[in-house]
């Protein structure tokens, strides 16, 4: 049993920073694919930040210069970067993972559909 907990969530003023952790519990971090997501309000969920347990990573070009991902695989967390936040950012984000490969193509690891396991969420808003 996999279990994905987000934390860190809050909210920040428009050109602050913030920093979100998924801790990871019930298997050991060996082949995965992780990756954070969110959902702006009125929109639906979108990929923004992918990494392997080969340390490969992968964007939203809207957001790659803002964001990064990160992963701690002795304290089994993920991390999110989250630099000049702006107003639309505000969604919830959330971590996932995939316990295997995730090759292919960027825009096929961010699909959220690649992704079996999830978090609940944490609330990002950005004023």
């Known amino acids: 049993h996999v279990q994905l907990v987000e934390s860190g969530g809050g909210s920040v003023q428009a050109g602050g920073s913030l920093r979100l952790f998924c801790a990871a519990r019930?298997?050991?971090?060996?082949?995965?694919?992780m990756g954070w997501f969110r959902r702006p309000p009125g929109k639906e969920r979108e990929g923004i930040a992918v990494?392997?347990?080969?340390?490969?990573?992968a964007y939203a070009e809207s957001l790659k210069d803002r964001f990064t991902i990160s992963v701690d695989n002795a304290k089994n967390t993920l991390y999110l970067e989250m630099n000049t936040l702006e107003p639309e950012d505000t969604a919830m984000y959330y971590c996932?993972?995939?316990?295997?490969?995730?090759?292919?193509?960027?825009?096929?690891?961010?699909?959220?559909?690649?992704?079996?396991?999830w978090g609940l969420g944490t609330q990002v808003t950005v004023s």
């Open positions: 019930g298997y050991t971090y060996d082949t995965y694919c």
């Open positions: 996932a993972a995939f316990l295997g490969r995730c090759g292919g193509t960027s825009a096929s690891k961010l699909n959220t559909h690649t992704y079996t396991y």
């Open positions: 990494i392997d347990s080969d340390g490969d990573t």
